[in-house]
Each structure stands twice: as C-alpha cells, then as structure tokens.
C-alpha cells in the first residue's frame, strides 16, 4: 500500500574527504594556492560549485605568521600568551582558564594550542577567521573557476557535555546560521526559535574524516543545501551578551 502523504523529495546527501597531499605549512604560505593546487585532481578533486572547505584553524595561524615562541621545558610557559589574548577570564580551575576572546569566543586558553605544532611554539588564533575564510574563498574561484564556501575550523569543548568537537571560527560564503523561524515542521507547525548552526555541524563532519592527528589540515564537504550558499559571518553565531543567560 502506498502512502498517499508520503514525501516524494529526495533525501539530502552529505559526502566529506580529507585532502592529502597539503604538507607542512610555514608563515607567508599562500595558504589558498596550496589548497587550491590540492584539490586540482584525484582523490583530492576536482571541486565543484557548492562545495565546502573545511580548514584547519592550525594551518592558517602557521600561513598567517601566529606562531609565537614559549619555553619548551616549561609546561605552563604558554599561560602569559592566554591572558593577553584573552578580554576577560570566566573561570579558572588549577591549570585550565576559560577565557573569552578579542573573537567573543569563549574557550579553554584563549584557543592557544600546544598541538600539531614544532616544540617550543604556540599556535595563536588567526585576527581575523572570516577574513582568512574570504581568501581563501576568492583564491579558490580565481584558480579553479568554482565557487565554494570556506570554513574555518577549531576544537572546542563545551559546556555540561564531556568530549570535544570541530566548530566553525571563520565562514566566508555558505551560512553561519540557518534561520528555520516561521518556517513548517514536518507536521505542520511553525517553528518559533529553531536557528541550525549549519557552519558548526558542516565543520564537526569534516573532523570525521581529518581526525586530530592524521595530518589533513583541510576536507571538503559535497551535498550541502544550495540554498545555504550566501555571505555570512561568524557575528551570526558568537551570542550577544545580552542574550546570554549565563553571564
């Protein structure tokens, strides 16, 4: 028997593939060329319209020279470099400081990172994510001739739920935020809050297959809802004070 309601649309698919082949990336890279010039040919292309790439934040703070230097016998000598990056301090608890950011983030050590990094060196935030985002974006089009969205990745863990996860610090071209207020459920309801953090779910599926140490700084998400290809900001994501309950 045939349901007569049943949808005849076809379901959305998502495809995600890490792109080998980057190397080792050092201050002044052109990071976009690299990624470009990658992602040419098979396994790692070639890309189409619509496509997403997810970039390590890793990879861009080494091409945009935010690497600074610490004492490589001292555990603790990053946690100066965490405060000078930081706007304020929301909590401390022995070694760990949660700090938010010049970004408005809110993180563990001002997003500082220890990791996937020469020994002795510290891995800063990049200035300006959606900035490093649009570079790479327009590098991309101008290259390859396709147009795609970019986001910028980091780890972040979160609050009330153990583990980490990839979330989105940088967008350029697909939606940070999408907007499903006033919009049908699949029974027929307006939805009265629902906003989807499309940047944050596409960059925690490319973590799948880039994984923490496996050396892929960058992936590429195929199957993303056209219509979430716009310009966007990380100002859609990054909560106003105002709206913070836990402030």
Do not use: Y
């Not at 091409?63 to 000078?84: F, T, W, Y």
């Not at 950011?101 to 300006?128: M, Q, Y």
């Not at 994984?211 to 892929?216: L, W």
């Amino acid at each position: 028997m045939t349901d007569e309601n049943a949808s005849t649309s076809v379901p959305m698919r998502l495809s995600a593939w890490g792109v080998v082949g980057i190397g080792e990336i050092r201050p002044d890279d052109q990071l976009g060329e690299i990624i470009a010039d990658a992602c040419r040919q098979e396994p790692n292309g070639p890309l189409c319209d619509n496509d997403v790439l997810v970039v390590t934040q890793k990879v861009v703070s080494k091409a945009e020279g935010r690497m600074v230097a610490i004492d490589a016998d001292d555990p603790l000598s990053h946690k100066a470099l965490v405060e000078d990056e930081a706007v304020r301090v929301v909590r401390r608890r022995g070694d760990l400081i949660i700090t938010e950011t010049k970004h408005g983030f809110v993180c563990a050590n001002s997003g500082i990172d220890l990791s996937n990094v020469e020994r002795g060196w510290a891995a800063l935030l990049p200035i300006d994510s959606d900035r490093s985002a649009r570079r790479i974006r327009d590098i991309v089009k101008a290259r390859l001739g396709v147009s795609v969205g970019v986001i910028i990745s980091d780890t972040f863990g979160r609050p009330w739920r153990k583990g980490l996860t990839d979330v989105a610090i940088g967008v350029a071209g697909v939606a940070a935020v999408v907007d499903l207020r006033g919009t049908p459920d699949a029974l027929g309801r307006m939805m009265q809050v629902t906003e989807v953090c499309a940047a944050d779910e596409i960059a925690s599926a490319a973590e799948l297959v880039m994984g923490k140490s496996s050396g892929i700084p960058v992936a590429v998400v195929r199957g993303v809802d056209p219509s979430w290809f716009r310009e966007s900001s990380m100002s859609e994501i990054v909560r106003p004070p105002q709206e913070d309950l836990f402030r």
